[in-house]
């Protein structure tokens, strides 16, 4: 964003030293120079700064009061007191409105909810994490001082040398989390769109695959129904053991030219990876630079005009123009030539080069620019986290966790922390990723939990004993398979109720999208209930639970409790779910060829779907912000019981023009309708149809309705959520537990008294000393729906 003249406020003695910038109503930047020698470049932070972005340019409403001695900036949002001299705890803070009235002061130590990190390499459980911009305390900062920067041209510079520089910003949003973290983008850019694929299954492993061995496996996940979007192959496609490296006292981690005893023809065998619908990312060490036994190891050092008299290897070098121009040009497009769509950059090797700057940053930052330019679609790398801004450059991932309850423990949480940074694409090593134990209730708790994160990667060492095709697992964990606005797709339940103290408590718990409150069970299964188990907080207001239909009362806390096949997944009333209505969707991640809709009743909703084509040009557009899509909108009127389906717009050439298409509707916790059918309308240019449909298992099914057409579906008035049956849903967990029988006829007794209230049972189970698991899944359902 480029500021307005008088949002900078400048001053200072013996020159000026000091700058003020007012971005935002919540968003301050302060630069302390002792030279007077500000800092108008962008960072890798803020990348935008000095861009120009009509209606977000504007200097926020605020006032000045200054004396000689005394500076003072207020805006709606915050009172920052400044006493004209070098930055301290003392001289410079401010007092944040919204409802927080906290005090920032520079220097102090702040307390966020949390941010992210750069890798949970080897962690085992919870680590620390760098801060975000989101806290209770209602101010956040980010020290921009030390990043590196951009040129005119577009390259990269280190920061001016000199002691005591200050280029900070302050986040000054209170509880308005939301706004915090769009202040984030305004400065530092905007998420790109991802492609679809890129939302689907990967599937990676570090393994000494041949090319036949892959796309043999990948006909196996064909054949069992699992559908994929992405094939990562590990470093192993490059030479690691090959004897020239052995003789050159290399590690092998690095390099660039194929194994050919494994990938004998690597265009041929990336080509059938395409044909069966994956994109395909290959694994880079890139530190080790260029050795004498690469293929390209003579070009490459003729374009950096390296000595190659002695075979002295081509030093790693990516803070200079010319290492990075044939890096790019020849190693990475000799790669894509093959048929390579995106990189892996695994980079581990620490923070810093010869330029100053982290080569993380510069690695990243080019990989993106690069894979734009080659216009294969919406640009993408696959990387670690280097710093705030990295959100511009998606998709990380995670790093090396160990197999242990604990790293799944943690993961949700530190996702969803993520998001406080704006860091919103995380993928994890689903499973984990090395040591541990075999523990098959993990790794189904570790899938579902995948499902319901940003992106879904399966991904392992190369032990002979781990296994995660779906086919070489016990039945019930191979069940699990089958089930599996510019803002992170996850997000802590305290950005929707800053307020509520619950909010802060559960930070496995998040939304996943705008629609759906998943609640992850990350710990040890109940031997003897074979339940796990989770505490959730419910806001405000009735939910159902998507998988088993459950309806529950909100505003509370309560455990809840499922088997190995069933994960606690929550749709408030109101909720609209589009998804592909195909069973087993076709590999690639591709626009569904029919759709289900799945609408929790009991409030008005609303959602709209959005498509794009990605063939057309327009996919090429980072940010998506000139791109036509084809828009559908869904609205459900809960007065009249009326869903409302109208395609909005469409894509200009696109393939899905013109093409019909099945929609079904299911209304999960629907209490059963008079006579069980429904009355619909089809409505486009060349139709008009009105006709009743059946109403099977709470769902309807329509199909080949005409593109660009509309849907009508009468409820009838007022549809309610059902009310449980406690009875029904406890007696199946009383026969799968391993219990006394005694036990569990007493329990019985018990809950399926007809006379008995809810209260009376539940001080009933009290005196018969049950044990935790089997009281908590007990009391659970008959609690969820408090109504009579």
Request: charged share 25%.
């Amino acid at each position: 964003m480029s500021p307005e003249p008088d949002a900078h406020i400048i001053g200072g003695r013996d020159g000026a030293k000091y700058r003020f910038t007012l971005l935002t109503d919540g968003l301050l930047r302060y630069e302390w120079a002792p030279d007077g020698v500000f800092e108008d470049r962008p960072s890798a932070f803020a990348a935008t700064r000095n861009s120009s972005d009509p209606g977000k340019s504007e200097v926020p409403d605020h006032r000045i009061k200054e004396t000689e001695d005394l500076l003072e900036i207020i805006t709606a949002r915050f009172h920052l007191t400044y006493n004209k001299q070098e930055f301290s705890p003392h001289g410079l803070s401010a007092i944040v409105a919204n409802h927080t009235r906290s005090t920032w002061r520079y220097g102090k130590k702040e307390e966020t909810e949390g941010g992210t990190t750069r890798t949970l390499d080897a962690v085992d459980g919870r680590t620390e994490v760098e801060p975000g911009v989101v806290s209770q305390k209602g101010f956040a900062t980010i020290d921009d001082s030390t990043t590196m920067l951009f040129e005119e041209d577009g390259f990269i510079a280190p920061r001016r040398s000199g002691r005591g520089r200050v280029d900070g910003y302050l986040f000054a949003y209170g509880h308005d989390y939301r706004e915090a973290v769009k202040g984030l983008y305004a400065i530092s850019g905007r998420p790109p769109v991802l492609p679809r694929w890129a939302l689907g299954n990967w599937w990676s492993r570090y393994y000494e695959y041949t090319a036949d061995s892959y796309l043999t496996l990948m006909n196996q996940f064909r054949d069992n129904g699992i559908p994929l979007s992405t094939a990562v192959i590990d470093m192993d496609w490059h030479l690691v053991d090959d004897p020239r490296i052995v003789a050159a006292g290399m590690t092998g981690w690095t390099g660039y030219t194929w194994n050919r005893e494994l990938f004998p023809n690597p265009p041929e065998f990336l080509q059938e990876l395409h044909k069966r619908g994956l994109k395909v990312t290959l694994n880079d060490h890139p530190a080790d630079g260029v050795h004498s036994y690469e293929d390209l190891y003579k070009e490459v050092a003729q374009a950096v005009g390296h000595d190659t008299s002695h075979n002295d290897p081509v030093p790693f070098e990516i803070t200079n123009r010319k290492y990075l121009d044939a890096y790019m040009n020849i190693l990475i497009s000799s790669l894509e030539k093959d048929g390579m769509d995106f990189v892996w950059i695994d980079w581990q090797q620490g923070e810093f080069s010869l330029m100053g700057v982290d080569p993380l940053w510069v690695l990243n930052h080019y990989h993106f620019v690069h894979n734009a330019d080659s216009e294969k679609g919406r640009p993408i790398i696959f990387s670690r986290y280097a710093g705030p801004g990295s959100h511009r450059y998606p998709i990380g991932f995670s790093g090396d966790s160990i197999v242990s309850w604990d790293s799944l423990d943690f993961q949700p949480e530190f996702t969803s922390m993520a998001s406080n940074i704006g860091y919103g694409w995380w993928s994890h090593d689903i499973g984990g990723h090395m040591r541990g134990i075999k523990d098959y209730d993990l790794l189904t708790r570790w899938i579902q939990y995948g499902v319901f994160s940003p992106v879904m990667r399966l991904h392992s060492s190369k032990s002979l004993w781990v296994a995660k095709e779906a086919w070489k697992l016990p039945p019930g964990p191979r069940g699990n398979w089958q089930r599996c606005k510019g803002e992170p797709l996850i997000q802590p339940m305290y950005w929707e109720y800053p307020y509520a103290d619950p909010a802060y408590k559960v930070p496995n718990q998040f939304f996943f999208g705008s629609q759906m409150i998943v609640v992850p069970i990350t710990t040890p299964q109940s031997r003897s209930m074979g339940l796990g188990k989770v505490k959730a907080w419910l806001p405000p207001g009735r939910y159902v639970d998507y998988f088993n239909n459950v309806v529950y009362d909100g505003d509370r806390e309560l455990w809840l409790s499922r088997p190995l096949d069933h994960y606690p997944v929550l749709l408030k009333e109101g909720s609209i779910v589009p998804l592909d209505q195909n069973e087993i969707p076709k590999n690639g991640g591709g626009n569904p060829d029919a759709f289900e809709v799945v609408v929790t009743v009991g409030a008005d909703g609303y959602f709209e779907l959005a498509e794009d084509d990605e063939d057309s040009t327009a996919a090429n557009d980072v940010l998506a912000q000139d791109q036509e899509w084809s828009k559908i909108s869904i609205n459900f009127t809960q007065s009249i019981g009326r869903i409302h389906v109208k395609s909005v717009s469409k894509m200009r050439g696109s393939k899905a023009n013109g093409r019909a298409r099945g929609w079904s509707f299911r209304f999960p916790g629907l209490k059963a309708i008079k006579d069980m059918s429904l009355q619909v309308m089809v409505m486009s240019a060349s139709l008009t149809e009105d006709y009743t449909r059946p109403f099977i298992g709470n769902m309807i099914n329509i199909s080949d309705v005409p593109a660009e057409s509309q849907i009508i579906v009468e409820l009838g008035p007022n549809p309610q959520l059902a009310i449980n049956d406690p009875v029904s849903l406890i007696e199946p967990i009383l026969d799968a537990a391993q219990n006394d029988y005694e036990i569990k006829d007493a329990v019985w007794d018990v809950v399926s008294a007809e006379k008995s209230s809810v209260m009376d049972k539940l001080a009933q189970l009290q005196t018969l000393g049950l044990d935790e698991d089997l009281s908590l899944a007990v009391t659970e359902y008959l609690i969820a729906d408090s109504r009579p």
